[in-house]
């Protein structure tokens, strides 16, 4: 037989934590956000405070805990990264404790608008023109389709295709700085546009200038040219070259001056120059050759100038010729001179022997011979004169006479003659006399030093 209950005893348990949020699922979402909902935790004995959601990137460690501030099942997630996959998870809260975290679920992002480009530089320029180059943003979840290159002042964009990372800008002004921006698009839409860079042209391209010759000798060219055209005040600079073909070119000069003088060439030679300005490091372009010659070697000095007196009133001049010079016809200039007067030029013409008549009774000549060839040089006939004159001198003495004898001059070369022969074969006879007794001078000077030895000896 059973006996009838007690009274009844109430017992209460101890207040728990609550439990983990159920049906934890992903709501609307975009590039940057995802809405959440989730059914309600379960109280045990402690009424909920809240909820918290932890999220982050799949993969990755670092994760971000949110509290919500109402005890609403649902919230948005902000800030997110595009195209990228997030790992989330809920949980309750009490005045007790927290529940356990539900079981996460995963989530993707939806594709965003790329990101700005960077490192943005100008790559080339020139007087006209500038190259831009950048490096290509983040996706974001969609292919790049194409880049807006945008200048300012004046206003220009250029779209270029998504796999180039480069923009040529022609037709600019010389000397300027422009302004530029890149912006990239795809499929989401366009993202941001980069950070301004500036960007300035070369000063213009230097027109080349031309050369003119200045002097010619056998062994140098002396040239000019003018300054070439430029915009702004750089300064500028010329590079000269030569050749001897016309082909092969070698450096000559480079410097700032308009001039230059080329040693060491060769005689009658022909040489092709040409030149060039830089500006800031841009050259212009190589003007036409110009063709130079050297001139022939000058002749040298004649020798064996002999100056004797014929009569009083008439003097012989002789020297001995020079040899010719590149086949050249070589002639002579005499210039005769008085004491107390100036040279006077008394013959020209390809003899090595003149006579010069209508003197002063007395008086101290002197006489100069200079050879000279006559040749064509750049388009124009030039004299070249031997680097040196030969003298000789002679003083007259007694008056004039011999009226018989009459005076010719050949007015064809400038040489001055007499009629009569007689006078040029006292000269013959005078050089004559004068060779033996050099002959006879240095035998005796040969038998005097003959005598010393042997008397040394004795």
Same mark, same amino acid.
């Given at each position: ?10 017992? @209460? ?64 997630? #902000? ?170 070119? @070698? ?68 020297? #001995? ?43 101290? @000549? ?49 040489? @001055? ?42």
């Amino acid at each position: 037989m059973v006996s009838p209950f007690s009274e009844v005893c109430t017992c @209460h348990t101890a207040v728990g934590c609550p439990a983990s949020p159920t049906c934890l699922e992903v709501g609307n979402k975009t590039a940057n956000s995802m809405h959440l909902r989730w059914q309600p935790s379960k109280e045990f004995g402690s009424p909920l405070t809240g909820y918290q959601l932890e999220y982050g990137i799949s993969g990755s460690k670092q994760c971000v805990v949110v509290t919500c501030d109402s005890l609403v099942c649902s919230h948005t997630l #902000k800030a997110l990264s595009p195209w990228s996959s997030y790992g989330v998870r809920a949980r309750a809260t009490s005045a007790v404790g927290n529940s356990e975290w539900s079981s996460p679920v995963q989530c993707t992002t939806l594709p965003s608008h790329p990101s700005s480009p960077s490192s943005l530089s100008v790559l080339s320029r020139t007087y006209n023109s500038l190259l831009i180059g950048w490096c290509a943003p983040d996706t974001n979840g969609a292919d790049i389709t194409q880049y807006c290159v945008e200048m300012v002042s004046p206003p220009l964009s250029i779209c270029v295709p998504a796999m180039e990372t480069q923009c040529m800008f022609r037709d600019l002004s010389p000397d300027t700085i422009y302004k530029v921006r890149v912006q990239a698009e795809n499929a989401a839409g366009k993202g941001p546009f980069s950070a301004y860079i500036l960007g300035s042209t070369l000063q213009a391209t230097p027109t080349p200038p031309q050369l003119v010759l200045v002097s010619a000798g056998s062994q140098h060219l002396k040239v000019s040219w003018g300054g070439g055209k430029r915009t702004g005040q750089s300064l500028l600079q010329y590079v000269l070259q030569y050749s001897t073909d016309g082909t092969r070119y @070698h450096k000559a000069y480079e410097g700032t001056g308009p001039t230059h003088r080329l040693n060491k060439l060769h005689p009658a030679t022909k040489y092709y120059l040409r030149v060039a300005a830089l500006c800031d490091g841009v050259q212009s372009e190589w003007a036409e050759p110009a063709v130079f010659s050297t001139t022939p070697t000058p002749p040298p000095a004649p020798k064996g100038v002999v100056l004797s007196q014929i009569n009083p009133s008439q003097l012989a001049v002789l020297w #001995k010729p020079v040899q010719e010079n590149c086949a050249l016809p070589v002639a002579y200039v005499v210039q005769l001179k008085t004491f107390g007067t100036d040279y006077l030029q008394v013959y020209e013409g390809i003899e090595t022997s003149c006579v010069v008549s209508m003197l002063a009774a007395k008086g101290l @000549h002197e006489a100069c011979v200079r050879a000279v060839v006559k040749c064509e040089v750049n388009g124009s006939v030039e004299k070249l004169w031997s680097l040196s004159n030969s003298e000789a001198h002679c003083e007259c003495r007694g008056t004039a006479q011999d009226e018989g004898k009459e005076v010719v001059k050949q007015e064809a070369t400038g040489q @001055h003659i007499i009629s009569d022969t007689s006078p040029l074969q006292n000269v013959v006879t005078l050089l004559k006399k004068e060779k033996c007794l050099t002959v006879a001078f240095f035998i005796g000077l040969f038998a005097l030093i003959a005598g010393l030895i042997i008397v040394s000896r004795f």
